[in-house]
């Protein structure tokens, strides 16, 4: 879950290493993508892989893990791509070292680099949603000459900003509730959503206008309680979520907690502190920015919105927002995220 407007990239939240598998931890999972371990120079990863050809990196987002890319893992495939979703650091079945230092963004962008060498891969095309669009973002940044495309889902991309982003959000807020100064501190947000994962699931995998029952917290001042209460719970599951879905999810974040995933919003400051020489930098590979027109956190920002912002520091975009839909449009819209995508890579040499 990210919000980016008007802080810019760093602060977008309010804004060959080995390959070593084990013939046993190969496993197919949804859609006949194959799941297995691989060392890397950075970190053990899980991955999720299907197909063959130039290779299409899927980074997931908070709370994600790669099962999120089943739909866009087959339709690469079965277009003559190598599709390839990691469990990112700290979820899953990859490692989740317990340093908030271990997740600013020059360490998670070394991991897509790490990951791309242990496949014997020179370049790739990234797509990343919410926390995995920041990711991409960020290796396309730091590594430009290792990417040849990129496809950002729900974040976009603004520049780095000119103050420390916690700082920006903490000043936004004041006394009332911020759901990423919640986050900061370690323990507190583990302590809502470790004994109960599904009760957080509930409350975001949800479709726009969908029938929720009513927050118990009506209040906006931050003492008033967690995050939780604030959300209102889905009655059912949307269409796009299965049960199955979420018994996988609930068994993972279980087993995992969530402090891995938290640890991302935790270390931003340390990424805008690292990041002073990407100061006016920008990406000049070509990109396809995707959203659902009622994903909260963009805003209401419309198509033309989000070119303005990006355009100065993006010099190759193209903008499709989707009716009706929010923040989870790789599932709400598989179809139609597909074939953008698909059509995306297509427009240009692999």
């Known amino acids: 879950m990210v919000v980016w407007r008007r802080t810019g990239f760093f602060a977008a939240l309010l804004l060959l290493a080995t390959l070593g598998a084990c013939g046993s931890s190969r496993d197919v999972v949804a859609g006949g993508a194959r799941a297995r371990m691989i060392e890397t120079d950075t970190i053990r990863m899980r991955i999720l892989e299907q197909g063959s050809g130039p290779l299409v990196l899927l980074l997931h987002g908070f709370p994600g893990l790669s099962h999120v890319w089943h739909h866009q893992l087959a339709a690469l495939a079965a277009a003559g791509y190598h599709a390839v979703a990691p469990d990112m650091r700290g979820y899953g079945g990859t490692e989740a070292p317990a340093a908030v230092e271990a997740y600013d963004m020059f360490e998670v962008s070394a991991d ?32 430009p000459e290792r990417f040849r495309r990129l496809v950002a ?142 994903d909260l956190l ?34 709400e819209r598989a179809a139609d995220v597909n074939a953008a995508i698909l059509g995306f890579l297509r427009s240009g040499a692999r």
């Open 112 to 143: 897509v680099i790490a990951l791309m060498d242990a496949l014997g891969e020179e370049s790739a095309v990234l797509v990343g949603h919410d926390w995995g669009a920041f990711v991409a973002w960020s290796a396309a940044l730091i590594y």
């Open 298 to 331: 963009l805003g209401g920002a419309s198509q033309e919105d989000l070119r303005a912002v990006m355009a100065p520091v993006v010099r190759d975009l193209e903008v499709v927002l989707y009716p009706d839909a929010g923040h989870w449009v790789a599932l």
């Open 153 to 294: 889902i729900s974040v976009p991309f603004s520049g780095r900003g000119d103050q420390p982003p916690l700082e920006a959000m903490r000043a936004a807020a004041g006394d009332n509730f911020n759901y990423v100064v919640y986050y900061q501190e370690p323990g507190v947000a583990e302590a809502e959503f470790d004994p109960d994962p599904r009760a957080l699931f509930e409350r975001v995998f949800v479709s726009p206008g969908q029938e929720l029952e009513p927050p118990t917290i009506q209040s906006p001042a931050a003492g008033a309680g967690g995050l939780l209460g604030r959300l209102g719970r889905a009655r059912e599951l949307p269409a796009w979520f299965s049960e199955a879905d979420m018994r996988l999810f609930v068994e993972t974040f279980a087993r995992t907690g969530f402090r891995g995933g938290l640890n991302y919003y935790r270390a931003l400051d340390r990424t805008f502190h690292r990041s002073a020489h990407l100061a006016g930098a920008t990406v000049d590979l070509p990109v396809l920015f995707l959203g659902g027109e009622r």
